[in-house]
């Protein structure tokens, strides 16, 4: 999703792609910022998830309980954690009602 969405940002608030809250649809600044910084965060949570489903695809040799949650759980985590840290980036750079605050 990162790669994809920096190599082909959306242009606008009515594509099918993007990352698409309450605070990231204010504006047209307010999206942009948002969709930049959710691709360079799952960028970096994929650079994580990839080795380590790699690795739990090594150590379990089948498909297991186990395995779902071992292989599950990371991307759930890595997803909410993707909102939290995007939201809170927006509440830092742009104020209630979309305008960038002063630094």
Not at 34 to 42: F, L, R
Not at 59 to 87: H, M, N, R, W
């Amino acid at each position: 999703m990162g790669f994809m969405i920096r190599r082909y940002p959306p242009r606008s608030m009515k594509t099918w792609y993007g990352y698409r809250t309450f605070s990231s649809t204010i504006n047209k600044q307010t999206w942009d910022e948002a969709n930049q910084y959710a691709a360079y965060v799952s960028r970096i949570m994929g650079c994580i998830l990839i080795p380590f489903g790699l690795l739990a695809g090594i150590v379990f040799k089948t498909q297991s309980d186990i395995f779902l949650y071992v292989t599950v759980s990371p991307v759930i985590f890595c997803a909410l954690l993707l909102t939290g840290l995007t939201e809170w980036h927006l509440l830092q750079v742009f104020d209630e009602d979309g305008e960038r605050r002063n630094k």
